[in-house]
């Protein structure tokens, strides 16, 4: 019963390098989102998908891209990773309705120097 | 914008104490609300949800009452544990009704619960 997985679990990077984090869901849910969580912030919605073949900008979005590659995965690229982007990053995932709670997955910690 | 204000702590109880973690929200539409809960290392697990006026959520103790007169959501336990040591979230639906485009969270309360 794996739920929402997502890798790698652990990242350091270069300033300007690049990388794609991977998710996966295998509850056969519609919608998916990737959020951050930083320090005295809470968590802040990157992107979202509501549904397959759709993506939809959050409240932080600058600097990352996003890939719905099916139904069940979800990639959040960083083109040139910068130190701000240091953080905890999670994927969650949800039926298509706006009662429905969100089933989060491990995070990966991500550092950029 | 919606937004969600919650008591940041930490907050530091003892074992069987009650425990209240205030929650307020201002929102357009009528949203759904949800408590969730993380443990060290790990990603955030639903606690309870509620999904209309005078609706109340609960779950291994907690409860909550959604309060539209007073837009609150506040998280209360009669005797917390040890194991109840974690930082908890309030959270309201980005959108009410049909669609589902996330969730919008508070900075999470941190509580500690010593034996």
């Known amino acids: 019963n794996a739920g929402v997985t997502q890798t790698p679990k652990f990242q350091v990077l270069k300033t300007g390098q690049s990388m794609t984090l991977q998710c996966a869901q295998d509850m056969n849910h519609n919608s998916m989102y990737w959020y951050r969580q930083d320090p005295g912030m809470g968590l802040r919605l990157i992107y979202y998908?509501?549904?397959?073949?759709?993506?939809d900008k959050g409240e932080v979005p600058n600097g990352y891209n996003v890939s719905r590659l099916n139904k069940r995965e979800f990639s959040l690229r960083l083109e040139s990773a910068a130190p701000s982007q240091t953080s905890v990053y999670f994927c969650?995932?949800?039926?298509?309705?706006?009662?429905?709670?969100?089933?989060f997955g491990n995070g990966t910690r991500l550092t950029v120097t | 914008g919606d937004s969600v204000t919650q008591m940041e702590g930490p907050v530091t109880l003892s074992e069987e104490a009650f425990l209240t973690i205030n929650c307020t929200y201002t929102?357009?539409?009528?949203?759904?609300l949800f408590w969730y809960v993380q443990y060290p290392g790990e990603g955030l697990q639903l606690l309870l949800k509620?999904?209309?006026?005078?609706d109340k959520g609960s779950n291994k103790g907690f409860e909550a009452t959604y309060r539209k007169e007073t837009t609150s959501f506040h998280l209360e336990k009669g005797s917390v544990q040890v194991s109840d040591s974690a930082v908890y979230f309030c959270a309201l639906s980005r959108r009410s009704g049909g669609g589902a485009d996330g969730l919008t969270f508070g900075k999470g309360t941190h509580l500690i619960i010593q034996p």
């Open positions: 969650a995932s949800s039926e298509a309705r706006g009662d429905s709670p969100l089933h």
């Open positions: 509620a999904t209309k006026a005078d």
């Open positions: 929102a357009t539409g009528y949203p759904s």
């Open positions: 998908s509501a549904s397959e073949g759709t993506t």
